[in-house]
């Protein structure tokens, strides 16, 4: 998968997150589903990135991102069951991916 596809299936998957968990409120019958579409999207995206040019650093930070598209996915089947520990799988997901965000060393 090229990069700009790629970018572009992180982003809808990304909406897709956000649009299920604001709309759990209003309608719980629904938003598993968007949830459920978006967190498999940024699992794919993660589990396709090629690493073999990243040096040890990088290579840690993108499993820290792995893991994270994992706890969204098992996030997305908490939601299904109509549980309230997806808020908790989410809340780490979101805590490493803002931490890779931060951290990653730039391309220049």
Not at 56 to 62: E, K, W
Request: proline residues 3%.
């Amino acid at each position: 998968m090229n990069g700009k596809v790629k970018t572009i299936l992180f982003n809808i998957a990304a909406i897709l997150v956000l649009a299920g968990a604001i709309l759990n409120m209003e309608f719980p019958d629904i938003a598993p589903y968007l949830f459920a579409i978006g967190a498999a999207g940024i699992a794919v995206c993660h589990l396709t990135t090629s690493t073999k040019e990243m040096d040890f650093r990088t290579r840690r930070l993108h499993r820290y991102n792995i893991f994270a598209g994992l706890l969204g996915v098992v996030a997305s089947g908490l939601m299904f069951n109509q549980r309230k520990e997806w808020i908790i799988c989410l809340t780490i997901a979101a805590i490493l991916q803002l931490y890779t965000a931060f951290v990653t060393p730039n391309k220049q």
